[in-house]
Nanobody, 124 residues
Framework: QVQLVESGGGLVQAGGSLRLSCAAS????????MGWFRQAPGKEREFVAA????????GYADSVKGRFTISRDNAKNTVYLQMSSLKPEDTAVYYC?????????????????WGQGTQVTVSS
């Protein structure tokens, strides 16, 4: 059974930084792409960032490009999201997910397992 457990969320002031982690188990982690999504109250879940199976390719939403960095450590079965220059509009529950393939994809339907989410709140 695949399990994804996010951690690292919290309350931070605008301009601050946070690093989210997602520990995976139950699947050959290094064989699949990974992604981060977020969902704010009253809004649909949206793509944030993704990374391919090896870590050699990444993709970002325009809203976070240049501020967020996704990375992975296949030896630790963990994917990270380093968030800098945070803005109040980044406030959301952040979810990690495993892709159905090895490549970078941005649509939620391209991911098959999801974590429970971790809350990120950015105060102004």
């Amino acid at each position: 059974q695949v399990q994804l457990v996010e951690s690292g969320g919290g309350l931070v002031q605008a301009g601050g930084s946070l690093r989210l982690s997602c520990a995976a188990s139950g699947r050959t982690f290094s064989s699949y792409s990974m992604g981060w999504f977020r969902q704010a109250p009253g809004k649909e879940r949206e793509f944030v960032a993704a990374i391919n199976w090896s870590g050699g390719r990444t993709g970002y939403a325009d809203s976070v490009k240049g501020r967020f960095t996704i990375s992975r450590d296949n030896a630790k079965n963990t994917v990270y999201l380093q968030m800098s220059s945070l803005k109040p509009e980044d406030t959301a529950v952040y979810y990690c997910a495993t892709g159905r393939s090895r490549v970078v994809v941005s649509t939620p339907s391209s991911y098959d397992y999801w974590g429970q989410g971790t809350q990120v709140t950015v105060s102004s």
